[in-house]
C-alpha cells in the first residue's frame, strides 16, 4: 500500500512545554481516496483530527500553530477556530509560514498572537459553494450564502480596526495583503523577523577592545583641556595681579614723596641718643612673613580646586 503523506503534524518541542501543530495542506473533512479499500483515508487537516490532537496538550502548555494552506472547507475551518478558541492552554501563537488563505485566515484569528513570516500573505474574500438544483433551489442557496457570509465576518470583525462596510468591500474584492497591511487592519500582530546568529567570543573581544580606547582618548583629551583650562585661567589672574602691583607701586611712590618731606625738620629735632628696639621688629616681621607664607600656599592650593572645578564644568557643558 502507498504510504500517504502527511499535511498535518503534531509533535512537542523537546525539554519544553510547547506544542506544535502544523497545517501544511487544504483544510478537508476527507482524505485522499485509496483505492485499494475504496474508501477516504482519515483527513489530518480535519476537525476532527485536529480534535483529537488537541485533547493531548495539557492546560499549561503553550501552542505554538504554524498555518500554509489555501484554505478549504469553511465548515471544518470554523469547527477548528472554536475549538483553539476553546481549548484551556497558557497561550496560542500562530505563524503564518507562506499562505493564510480563505478559511486559513480564519483560523489564523484564533490565535492570542498572529505573526506573519516575511515574504507571506493573507487572503479574504467571499465564500462560495457548488449547486445543482432548479431556479428556486439555485436562489436559495444565494441567500444562504448570504446569512453564512454575515455570521463568518463577526470573526473577522473581532479582530480587525476596520469598519464592517470596509470589510464587506474587502471581501467582495477577494483582497490579498502583505504582512504589513495585514497588521495595519488588524488582520495580524507583528511581522517574524531573523533572528541575527550569536557573535563569536574573539567579535565581541575586539568590540570591547574598541570601546575602551575610545573611553581612554576621552579621558587623556579630558586632561589636555582641563590643563589649558587650568593654564589659561592661571595666565588671566597673573595678568591681573601684575596691574594691581603696578597701581599700587605707583601709590606708594606717592606716599613716599609726601612723607619724605614732611618728616625731615622732625628727624632733625629727634634726639641723637634714643634707641630703638630693633631685634624685636626682626623677629615680629619673621612670624609675619611665615604666616603669609602659609595662607599664599593655601590661597594658591583653593584657587587650583576651584579651576579643575570650573575646567571640568566645562568640559561637561561643551560635550
Known amino acids: 500500500m502507498r504510504q500517504q503523506k502527511a499535511h498535518y503534524c503534531f509533535r512537542q518541542e523537546a525539554g519544553t512545554d510547547v506544542h506544535k501543530l502544523y497545517i501544511y495542506d487544504d483544510v ?33 502548555a503553550t501552542i505554538e500553530l504554524h498555518i500554509n494552506s489555501y484554505g478549504g472547507s469553511v465548515k471544518e475551518g470554523i469547527a477548528i477556530y472554536n475549538q483553539l478558541k476553546q481549548k484551556k492552554c497558557k497561550e496560542i501563537v500562530a505563524y503564518v509560514d507562506g499562505f493564510a488563505y480563505s478559511i486559513a485566515s480564519i483560523i489564523l484569528q484564533a490565535a492570542d498572537r498572529r505573526i506573519m513570516g516575511l515574504g507571506t500573505s493573507l487572503l479574504i474574500h467571499n465564500m462560495w459553494m457548488q449547486v445543482a438544483g432548479n431556479a428556486n433551489e439555485l436562489r436559495k442557496a444565494a441567500d444562504d450564502l448570504d446569512v453564512l457570509m454575515e455570521s463568518n465576518r463577526q470573526i473577522y ?22 504582512p504589513e497591511q495585514a497588521i495595519e487592519k488588524g488582520f495580524a500582530d507583528e511581522v517574524a523577523k531573523a533572528e541575527k546568529p550569536p557573535q563569536d567570543m574573539t567579535q565581541q573581544l575586539q568590540e570591547q577592545l574598541v570601546q575602551m580606547r575610545r573611553e581612554m582618548m576621552a579621558q587623556k583629551a579630558f586632561r589636555e583641556e582641563m590643563k589649558e583650562f587650568c593654564r589659561a585661567r592661571q595666565k588671566k589672574k597673573n595678568a591681573d595681579d601684575e596691574d594691581d602691583v603696578d597701581d599700587e607701586d605707583t601709590d606708594s611712590e606717592d606716599d613716599t614723596d609726601t612723607d619724605t618731606d614732611t618728616d625731615t625738620d622732625t628727624d632733625d629735632d629727634a634726639d641723637d641718643g634714643e634707641d630703638t628696639d630693633d631685634s624685636d621688629d626682626n623677629e615680629d616681621t619673621d612670624d609675619n612673613d611665615d604666616e603669609d607664607d602659609e595662607k599664599k600656599k593655601s590661597t594658591k592650593q583653593h584657587k587650583l580646586a576651584a579651576l579643575i572645578g570650573q575646567a571640568a564644568a566645562q568640559y561637561l557643558k561643551e560635550r
Not at 473533512?29 to 495539557?58: C, M, N, Q, V
Not at 470583525?157 to 502583505?178: A, F, G, H, K, Q
Open 157 to 178: 470583525m473581532e479582530r480587525v480596526n476596520i469598519t464592517e462596510d470596509e470589510l464587506i468591500e474587502m471581501l467582495d474584492s477577494e483582497t490579498y495583503l502583505t
Open 28 to 60: 478537508s473533512e476527507y482524505g485522499t481516496f485509496d483505492w485499494w479499500t475504496w474508501e477516504y483515508t482519515e483527513s489530518e487537516t480535519s476537525a476532527e483530527f485536529f480534535r483529537k490532537a488537541l485533547a493531548e496538550i495539557p492546560d499549561n
